[in-house]
Nanobody, 122 residues
Framework: QVQLVESGGGLVQAGGSLRLSCAAS????????MGWFRQTPGKEREFVAG????????YYADSVKDRFTISRDNAKNTVYLQMNSLKPEDTAVYYC???????????????WGQGTQVTVSS
């Protein structure tokens, strides 16, 4: 059974940084693309960043480009999201997810973590 567990969320002031981690178990982590998504109450879940199985290709939402960096360590079965220059509008529950190929489309992701809350105060 595949499990994805996020950690690293919390409360931070605007302009600050956080690093999220997503530890995977079950399956073969290195065969899959990974993505980070976020959701706020009353809004649809949105794509934030994605990384190919090798780490050689990354995608970012325009709203986080140049501020967030996605990376992965296949030896540790972990994907990371480094978030810098955080803004109040980045406040959301952040989820990691797994896909066969790197896309921005939510339906292509088959396993999801439980989410971690990120709150950015102004």
């Amino acid at each position: 059974q595949v499990q994805l567990v996020e950690s690293g969320g919390g409360l931070v002031q605007a302009g600050g940084s956080l690093r999220l981690s997503c530890a995977a178990s079950g399956g073969t982590f290195s065969l899959y693309a990974m993505g980070w998504f976020r959701q706020t109450p009353g809004k649809e879940r949105e794509f934030v960043a994605g990384i190919s199985w090798s780490g050689g290709t990354t995608y970012y939402a325009d709203s986080v480009k140049d501020r967030f960096t996605i990376s992965r360590d296949n030896a540790k079965n972990t994907v990371y999201l480094q978030m810098n220059s955080l803004k109040p509008e980045d406040t959301a529950v952040y989820y990691c997810a797994r896909a066969r190929v790197l896309t921005t489309q939510i339906p292509t992701y088959d396993y999801w973590g439980q989410g971690t809350q990120v709150t950015v105060s102004s």
